[in-house]
């Protein structure tokens, strides 16, 4: 099993900024993908922003230009440095994990932490 525990949301005000962090309890190096999505009371998560065990990233059309996901193998940790926030983007932002084994990678399991509550004010 892998456990994922999410820190640093908090309160900003519109154009500030946060880093959330996600520690795994497993060597990133373990995981196949990993990602942060966000939820709205009322509204379906969505994708933000996700980095491969490569290296390769992605973002949500709307974070480009202000996101960044990235790595610290040695801590197990995965970090989203959200600059220039909306209020829109008030959220619980979640880490997940994508693990792959069997034939071929023909498994895939999922895990998710917590979250972290952002809220982001006008």
């Known amino acids: 099993q892998v456990q994922l525990v999410e820190s640093g949301g908090g309160l900003v005000q519109a154009g500030g900024s946060l880093r959330l962090a996600c520690v795994a309890s497993?060597?990133?190096?373990?995981?196949?993908?990993m990602g942060w999505y966000r939820q709205a009371p009322g509204k379906q998560r969505e994708l933000v922003a996700t980095i491969t065990d490569g290296g390769s990233t992605s973002l949500t059309d709307s974070a480009k230009g202000r996101f960044t996901i990235s790595r610290d193998n040695a801590k197990n940790t995965v970090y989203l440095q959200m600059n220039s926030l909306k209020p829109e983007e008030t959220a619980v932002y979640y880490c997940?994990?994508?693990?792959?084994?069997?034939?071929?990678?023909?498994?895939?399991?999922?895990?998710w932490g917590q979250g972290t509550q952002v809220a982001v004010s006008s």
């Open positions: 497993v060597s990133i190096f373990s995981i196949n993908a």
């Open positions: 997940n994990a994508v693990i792959k084994r069997g034939y071929r990678d023909s498994l895939s399991l999922t895990y």
